[in-house]
C-alpha cells in the first residue's frame, strides 16, 4: 500500500498532469489529423487514450530494465484468449488520477463517462477463461510479479449479439476499424512459424542421427504489445499479441505467369490465421485452422521466450531456473513437443536433458471437465500439419507409458485410458494427458473442481503422480470489479475502512461490524440503489424498457449453455407468472428478471434457450396483472462492459449450474464482492463462497455433486418429478404446448423433449422443488430489507479469498516459484 501512497502524492510530477491538456490538443493534431476545435467524442477519446499511453511507456521501460537487472525469473501465460474489456478508465484507476482526468476532461467540454463509452471492447476472449487470464496479468504486474501474457490479437473477436425477433443473430466484432490507441505494433520484429513439410533425419558431424522439419509453408508473426500498468504504476508489463504476417508478398512464380490473383491467394490465406476467434466456449470445433492459431501463439511466443532469455544465459541448461510457463487450458499445450524440438534439433540437446528441461518449465491449469471441451486432434491432421511433432508426440507416449507399465504391471486397461494417443474410433492425440505428462504441476480452478479432477477424470494420473495435481482457487481483480466499476460503494467502503482493501482485499472483514451499524446500511443500500438506478438508465436505453430500481435485481449473467441452467431460472420466471396469474392480489416480492449471454454460433439447444426467455418476457411483461410485480429481460451483447454495469447494480446472482460441472466460475465472485445475494449450487467456487460468507448468507440448494453423479449411475428418471408436481408440471406444459410461441406451437418442443425425453441430463426437474424453495426464501427475506442488507455486506466484507491477488500468490510460490521483485 505505500507504494500507493507514494503514487499518488507524486502523481502531477510522474504523470505530468498540468501537461495533460495540452498533450490531448497536440495528439487531436499530430496523431489524428484532427481539429482540436472539433467537438467529436470518438477523436476527444482517441487523444486521451494516447496521452495516457504515452505516460506509462517510460514506466513500462523501467520496469523491463528492472526485470532484465534483476535477472528476475519471468512468468509466461500462454492463453488462446484474454478478455481485457476496455483500457481507459483501467489504465487511469491503475495510474491513480481518475478524478484529476475528470476535471481535465471536462475542462475541454467533456465527461469523463462520455468518452469512455467511444471505447470499444477488446473481446479477445469468449468468458470465464479469458477473462481470468486478464485478471492474473492486472495481479501479477500490481504485486510485482514479472509477469507477460502471451496471445492472439484477433482482427475479429467474440461476435457482437443483437436480438432480432427474439433469436440472438451474430454480426462480426470489427473492433479494431477505427484503430486501437493501446496497441503498440512491432513492426520491425518479426518472426517465422512453420506449417505442414516433413521430418527428415540426418546425421550430425558426431554421426548421431538428428531431425529437421524441412519444405514447410511459412507464415510471419508480428507482435503487438498492450500495456498493462499495475495498480500504483509501480510496474507497468504488457501482453504480446501476435498477429500474423504473409512471408512475402507474393508468390514470384505464379505472379511471373501473370496470375496476379493466384499470387495474392497464399499470402491472403496465411494472414487469415489471426482473423478471427473461435467462439466457442468449452466446445472443442476440432477445424485446422484453430490447430493452426494455437501452434502460431506457441511457435512465435517461444522464439521470444529464448531470444529474451539467451540475452542474459549462454546455455539453455537453467530455463526452469529461469521461465516458468502456464498453460491456459490445453489450448496452448503444443507447447511441449515444440520446446522438446527447439532443444533438441535446434539446439543439439538430447532426450533426456531436453525433457527434464521441459517438464520443470510447464505447469497447466485444466478449466473444465466436460467431455465436449476435451480437446483431442486427429493423428492424420496433427501429423500433416506438424509431423515432427507428431513424431516428438509419440515418442513422449511411449516412454511414458514404459512408466506406467512398470508401476501397474498387466494393467493394460489402465495403459489405454492414459495413453496420449486414443486409439478408438481413429487415432487422436489427447491434450490434456500430454499437458499432464509435460507439466510439473496441474491445478484445478476451484476446491471442489480439482477434488473432481483427482477422483474423476485425471483419477489414473493422479494414482501415478500424487503430488502433480492440486488446487488453486480462482479470483478477480478487485480493482476492475470493486473500485473501478462500483465508485458509489468504493467510495463508502473507502470512508469506513480505508483505501487499502484494493490491494488487500481481506480488509474488508473490516466491514463485518458495520453491517450492525443502521447508518452504514442505510449508506450502503443508498449506494446500491444509485446503481441500480444507473443500470435502469442503461437497460431503458439499450432495449427501450423501463425498470423499477426498488424491485429486487435478481441477475444470470453468462454464457449461455444447458449445464449452467438458464432454463431453470426461466422455470421459476413462468411459475412465479402462475401464481400471480392464479391470485392476483397475492402478496409477492417484486423481481426484474434480468439476463445475459452469448450463444456459441452452433449451439442450437442454447440458441432456443434465448429465443424463450425472451417469449417469456414478452408474454410476462404485457400482461396486466403481473405489471409491478415482475419484469424480464434479456441484454443483448453482454461483455465486459457491459459487466461492469450489471455487476454492481444486483441484489441476488444466480450460479445454478449443476453440481459438478461448473468448474469454478468466477461472476459469481463479482457479484457477492459488490454486495449481491447468491442463490447458487453446491458447484465451483460456489462451495468456497458459502465457507467464507456462511451458510445463513447465501442460498444453497439442490443436489450435490456426488448425488448427482450417484443419480446418473443409479438411473434418473426426470418424469417422476413432472407426474408428482403439479406446478412444475403446469411449467413444463406450458412450454411443451406453445403458449410462449402461439404462432409457432413446436417452437419450444425441443426444449420440452430435452427434459421430459431425453433423460434431462443436467437434472433441472430434480433441482426445480429446491429452487423454487429457496427462491421463496429469497422473496421473504428481500421484504426485511434491513436483515437484507445486512447480508449484502456480509458477503462483501468475506470476499477477501477471492481477490486474483490471493490466486497469483498461490501460483507464485507453488507452481512458478517466482518472488514479487523487490521484497
Ligand atoms: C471456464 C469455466 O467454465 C469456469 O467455471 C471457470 O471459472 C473459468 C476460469 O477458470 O474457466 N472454463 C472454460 O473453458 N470457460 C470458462 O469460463
Request: neutral net charge; contains cysteine.
Amino acid at each position: 500500500m505505500s507504494r500507493v501512497c507514494k503514487m499518488s502524492k507524486n502523481v502531477r510530477e510522474v504523470f505530468r498532469l498540468d501537461e495533460l491538456k495540452d498533450d490531448i490538443r497536440r495528439n487531436m493534431v499530430a496523431l489524428l489529423g484532427n481539429d482540436p476545435r472539433s467537438k467529436r467524442k470518438f477523436s476527444y477519446y482517441n487523444a486521451l487514450a494516447y496521452s495516457v499511453r504515452e505516460r506509462l511507456v517510460d514506466l513500462w521501460m523501467r520496469t523491463q530494465s528492472d526485470y532484465y537487472d534483476s535477472m528476475a525469473k519471468r512468468v509466461y501465460y500462454l492463453s488462446m484468449e484474454f478478455l481485457p474489456g476496455r483500457f481507459l478508465m483501467n489504465y487511469l484507476t491503475n495510474m491513480g488520477i481518475v478524478d484529476e482526468c475528470r476535471e481535465i476532461v471536462a475542462e475541454l467540454g467533456f465527461s469523463l463517462e462520455e468518452l469512455e463509452e467511444e471505447e470499444w471492447d477488446a473481446g479477445l476472449g469468449n468468458g470465464g477463461l479469458g477473462r481470468l487470464a486478464s485478471c492474473y496479468l492486472d495481479s501479477m504486474v500490481s504485486q510485482n510479479i514479472p509477469g507477460y501474457g502471451y496471445g492472439i490479437l484477433y482482427d475479429y473477436g467474440i461476435f457482437y449479439q443483437s436480438i432480432v425477433n427474439g433469436n440472438q443473430e451474430e454480426r462480426c466484432d470489427n473492433w479494431r476499424r477505427h484503430g486501437c490507441p493501446w496497441e503498440i505494433t512491432r513492426l520491425d520484429t518479426l518472426y517465422e512459424v512453420k506449417f505442414y513439410g516433413r521430418s527428415e533425419t540426418y546425421y550430425d558431424s558426431d554421426g548421431n542421427v538428428r531431425f529437421r522439419w524441412v519444405d514447410t509453408e511459412n507464415v510471419m508473426a508480428m507482435p503487438c504489445d498492450i500495456l498493462i500498468p499495475g495498480y500504483g504504476c509501480s510496474h507497468v508489463s504488457n501482453m504480446r499479441l501476435w498477429t500474423a504476417q504473409s512471408s512475402r508478398e507474393f508468390n514470384l512464380s505464379d505472379f511471373n505467369r501473370g496470375d496476379y490473383i493466384g499470387a495474392m491467394h497464399g499470402k491472403v490465406m496465411s494472414e487469415n490465421i489471426t482473423k478471427v476467434l473461435y467462439p466457442n466456449d468449452q466446445f472443442l470445433q476440432g477445424m485446422e485452422l484453430r490447430l493452426k492459431q494455437q501452434y502460431f501463439l506457441v511457435s512465435a511466443t517461444f522464439q521470444d521466450i529464448l531470444r529474451r532469455y539467451l540475452k542474459q544465459h549462454t546455455s539453455l541448461a537453467a530455463l526452469p531456473e529461469a521461465v516458468a510457463v502456464q498453460l491456459n487450458d490445453t489450448h496452448p499445450a503444443i507447447a511441449i513437443p515444440e520446446l522438446m524440438r527447439l532443444l533438441m534439433d535446434v539446439y543439439g540437446m538430447g532426450w533426456d536433458v531436453a525433457w527434464d528441461i521441459c517438464t520443470r518449465t510447464f505447469a497447466y491449469t485444466n478449466h473444465t471437465v466436460l467431455p465436449e471441451a476435451l480437446e483431442t486432434w486427429p493423428v492424420d491432421l496433427l501429423g500433416r500439419l506438424l509431423p515432427r511433432h507428431m513424431q516428438i508426440i509419440y515418442e513422449i507416449n511411449r516412454r511414458f507409458l514404459e512408466g506406467v507399465a512398470a508401476t501397474f504391471p498387466g494393467d493394460t486397461e489402465r495403459l489405454s485410458r492414459m495413453s496420449v494417443i486414443q486409439e478408438e474410433g481413429g487415432q487422436r492425440v489427447r491434450m490434456a494427458n500430454l499437458a499432464i505428462v509435460g507439466s510439473h504441476t496441474v491445478n484445478g480452478v476451484a476446491a471442489l473442481h480439482s477434488n473432481i479432477l483427482q477422483t474423476g477424470l485425471f483419477r489414473d494420473f493422479h494414482e501415478y503422480y500424487p503430488r502433480k495435481i492440486r488446487n488453486v482457487t480462482n479470483g478477480v481483480t478487485p480493482r476492475r470489479w470493486l473500485m473501478q466499476c462500483n465508485p458509489a460503494l468504493s467510495r463508502l467502503i473507502t470512508q469506513s475502512i480505508g483505501p487499502e482493501w484494493c490491494c488487500n482485499l481481506e480488509k474488508l472483514r473490516e466491514l463485518v461490524p458495520l453491517a450492525e451499524d443502521s447508518a452504514f446500511r442505510d449508506a450502503w443500500a443508498r449506494a446500491k440503489l444509485e446503481n441500480k438506478r444507473l443500470l435502469s438508465r442503461y437497460v431503458l436505453r439499450k432495449v427501450q424498457m423501463g425498470i423499477n430500481p426498488n424491485t429486487l435485481f435478481d441477475m444470470q449473467f453468462k454464457r449461455m449453455h444447458e449445464y449452467k441452467r438458464q432454463l431453470l431460472n426461466v422455470m421459476h420466471v413462468i411459475s412465479l407468472f402462475n401464481r400471480i396469474k392464479d391470485n392476483p392480489s397475492a402478496d409477492i416480492t417484486p423481481r426484474t428478471v434480468l439476463f445475459g449471454g452469448k450463444a456459441a454460433p452452433g449451439y442450437y439447444q442454447a440458441k432456443l434457450i434465448i429465443r424463450l426467455i425472451n417469449e417469456v418476457a414478452r408474454v410476462v411483461n404485457a400482461d396486466a396483472d403481473v405489471a409491478g410485480r415482475l419484469r424480464v429481460a434479456f441484454l443483448p451483447n453482454y461483455c465486459i462492459s457491459q459487466a461492469e454495469k450489471v455487476v454492481p447494480a444486483a441484489d441476488l446472482s444466480e450460479q445454478i449450474s449443476t453440481a459438478g460441472m461448473e468448474a469454478s466460475g468466477t461472476g459469481n465472485m463479482k457479484f457477492a464482492l459488490n454486495g449481491a445475494l447468491t442463490i447458487g449450487t453446491l458447484d465451483g467456487a460456489n462451495v468456497e463462497i458459502m465457507e467464507e460468507v456462511g451458510a445463513e448468507n447465501i442460498f444453497i440448494f439442490g443436489l450435490k455433486a456426488h448425488e448427482v453423479a450417484e443419480k446418473r449411475r443409479s438411473g434418473y428418471n426426470p418424469r417422476e418429478f413432472y407426474e408428482n408436481d403439479a406446478e412444475l408440471r403446469r411449467v413444463m406444459d406450458m412450454i411443451g404446448s406453445g403458449f410462449f410461441s402461439p404462432d409457432e406451437r413446436g417452437l419450444f418442443s425441443p426444449v420440452y423433449d430435452s427434459l421430459m425425453h431425453h433423460g434431462d441430463y443436467y437434472m433441472l426437474m430434480a433441482d426445480y422443488r429446491p429452487y423454487m424453495e429457496a427462491q421463496a426464501a429469497v422473496d421473504a427475506l428481500y421484504l426485511d430489507q434491513d436483515q437484507w442488507v445486512r447480508k449484502s455486506i456480509l458477503n462483501a466484507a468475506n470476499m477477501g479469498k477471492f481477490s486474483s491477488d490471493r490466486s497469483v500468490m498461490e501460483y507464485a510460490r507453488g507452481i512458478w516459484h517466482v518472488e514479487p521483485l523487490g521484497k
